[in-house]
């Protein structure tokens, strides 16, 4: 599996996308906070209920130190409307069906399961600092303990 071309230190590339309730929500409107902009396959997946369920867990933690959670997908806003309910998820998801977001930061590859060769998401995580840029990049991230890791960074990047 291929990983981001994108690094440390670049700028971030703007996003643009609808939450869960249709609002649009924008890295400009989140300037000044630090944001974890984490992409997953798909909702209700195994390893993507994790991911969602532990980044909720720690969310308290996230925001105590100035942190937002966005996690993106290409599933519907109704898709995600389902999956916060069904696992009482207290983050915010993105839509981003076409997935524009999703190859503009080079997440969006080809994959190979069973056999088959199809375009997907590859699980990345990227901490933007409050100036939009990239802090931390995240390749081919296993989803269990993977918010923990974030969150540790985080504070260690702070604390520097």
């Known amino acids: 599996m291929a990983k981001t071309s994108l690094s440390a230190g670049e700028k971030a590339p703007n996003l643009?996308?609808?939450?869960?309730?249709g609002n649009d929500v924008t890295l400009n409107d989140l300037k000044g906070k630090w944001v974890v902009l984490y992409f997953y396959p798909r909702d209700n997946t195994s390893g993507c209920s994790i991911e969602a369920m532990e980044f909720t867990k720690l969310k308290?933690?996230?925001e105590k130190e100035g942190a937002f959670i966005l996690g993106v997908s290409k599933d519907s806003q109704a898709s995600h409307k389902k999956f916060i309910e069904k696992k009482e998820l207290g983050i915010t998801l993105l839509s981003d069906e076409g997935?524009?977001?999703?190859?503009?930061?080079?997440?969006?590859?080809?994959?190979?399961?069973?056999g088959k060769e199809y375009m997907g998401t590859v699980r990345t995580t990227f901490l933007i600092d409050p100036e939009g840029n990239l802090a931390k990049v995240w390749d081919k991230v296993k989803a269990k303990g993977h918010a923990m890791e974030v969150l540790d960074?985080?504070?260690?990047?702070?604390?520097?």
């Open 16 to 21: 643009c996308l609808p939450d869960s309730e």
């Open 153 to 160: 960074e985080l504070k260690m990047i702070k604390a520097e």
């Open 60 to 62: 308290d933690d996230f």
């Open 99 to 114: 997935t524009e977001l999703q190859q503009s930061y080079d997440v969006w590859h080809q994959k190979k399961m069973a």
